[in-house]
């Protein structure tokens, strides 16, 4: 057998092994999370989130929506300086986002081991360049 005869079944034969392992991998849903700020983000989502009065009382408020709140905790970015802070028995992170009117938002969360409390909801006040 000729070496490019080889070279061919030995490319088939990858190609059929990472084609099923895709599909395994696929169905199973399966994600590769390894920078922090994915794994944060990705544990929160896993839990089931609870809001808190204050959060609740923002929500009800026309600037933003649970739409966002899912976006934030989807595409956010986690202030690692500000968080990782132990309270009672979970720990506080914040969550730095956008609403779909283009507010910058900041989300402070308790992720317990169970589930996730939302704590506030703070809309900051970007300041705009005059002409």
């Given amino acids: 057998m000729k070496f490019y005869q080889r070279l061919a079944y030995y490319s088939f ?3 059929l092994g990472a084609v099923f392992v895709g599909f395994v991998l696929n169905k199973k849903g399966a994600r590769c999370s ?11 989502r896993t839990k089931p989130l609870k809001y808190s009065l204050e959060a609740s009382r923002k929500l009800a408020e026309d600037w ?37 009117k283009k507010d910058t938002i900041q989300l402070k969360i308790i992720n317990y081991e169970t589930r996730a409390v939302l704590e506030d909801i703070i809309r900051i006040k970007t300041k705009k360049n005059r002409p």
């Fill in 34 to 44: 390894y920078f922090p700020n994915e794994r944060v983000l990705n544990n929160i």
């Fill in 64 to 100: 933003i929506d649970t739409i966002d709140i899912k976006n934030t905790l989807q595409y956010g970015d986690v202030d690692f300086d500000k968080s990782n802070v132990k309270i009672q028995d979970g720990k506080l992170y914040i969550i730095d986002g956008f609403t779909t």
């Fill in 13 to 15: 034969g990858v190609l």
